[in-house]
T-cell receptor, first 117, second 113 residues
Framework: EAGVTQFPSHSVIEKGQTVTLRCDPI?????LYWYRRVMGKEIKFLLH????????ESGMPNNRFLAERTGGTYSTLKVQPAELEDSGVYFC???????????????FGPGTRLTVL | TQLLEQSPQFLSIQEGENLTVYCNSS?????LQWYRQEPGEGPVLLVT???GGEVKKLKRLTFQFGDARKDSSLHITAAQPGDTGLYLC?????????????WGLGTSLAVNP
């Protein structure tokens, strides 16, 4: 079974440019999550999709970030325009269980390392 | 704001030694998860503890959830070089259908042969 995949693995852009990150969850997983780790800080939750709906987007930093999950399969996270503080590693995760959150395992992708110059 | 304080941040020990990593919070969590992350990869779940006072063992690793579900520890017995890596704790902040994980900063463990 294929795991969570993310593309690209690395992205280097200049301040003010736009970048789109993609996440393909494990097939059949309704839950999809985005997290971010800024250097020197802990991993932080960004948002959670259930199928194509945003269940919780309380961690999205500001309106420069737009996440979509059309059709409830893959997801994209667009940053427009990118700022220096957006640099970090963006992780995507997916999970299957819709009923019991406490034992629902989140499987993580390898992350996209974003560098904004 | 819920926070998880993880300590120590760095640990370098000799093969065969024991070690303990701690995660502490003033908040109650629905569950506490421990992950291990290798360079260039995402975190991989080791264990989930759900009940206050729960203890789980995974070979030489022992995980404990505090009685009040505010803290947790990871104890490794007779560490081996293969245990080297980044260990992360994450608390489940689950309310309704929300499944946010609150993360500690991580413990970078180096086990020297």
């Amino acid at each position: 079974e294929a795991g969570v995949t993310q593309f690209p693995s690395h992205s280097v852009i200049e301040k003010g440019q736009t970048v789109t990150l993609r996440c393909d969850p494990i097939s059949g997983h309704d839950n999809l999550y985005w997290y971010r780790r800024v250097m020197g800080k802990e991993i932080k939750f960004l948002l959670h999709f259930v199928k194509e709906s945003k269940q919780d987007e309380s961690g999205m930093p500001n309106n420069r970030f737009l996440a979509e999950r059309t059709g409830g399969t893959y997801s994209t996270l667009k940053v427009q325009p990118a700022e220096l503080e957006d640099s970090g590693v963006y992780f995507c995760a997916s999970s299957q269980d819709r009923e019991r959150a406490s034992t629902d395992t989140q499987y993580f992708g390898p992350g996209t390392r974003l560098t904004v110059l | 704001t819920q926070l998880l304080e993880q300590s120590p941040q760095f640990l370098s020990i000799q093969e065969g030694e024991n070690l303990t990593v701690y995660c502490n919070s003033s908040s109650v969590f629905s569950s506490l998860q421990w992950y291990r992350q290798e360079p260039g990869e995402g975190p991989v779940l080791l264990v989930t503890v759900v009940t206050g006072g729960e203890v789980k063992k995974l070979k030489r690793l022992t995980f404990q959830f505090g009685d009040a579900r505010k803290d947790s520890s990871l104890h490794i017995t007779a560490a081996q070089p293969g245990d080297t890596g980044l260990y992360l704790c994450a608390g489940g902040a689950f309310a309704g259908n929300n499944r946010k994980l609150i993360w500690g900063l991580g413990t970078s463990l180096a086990v020297n042969p």
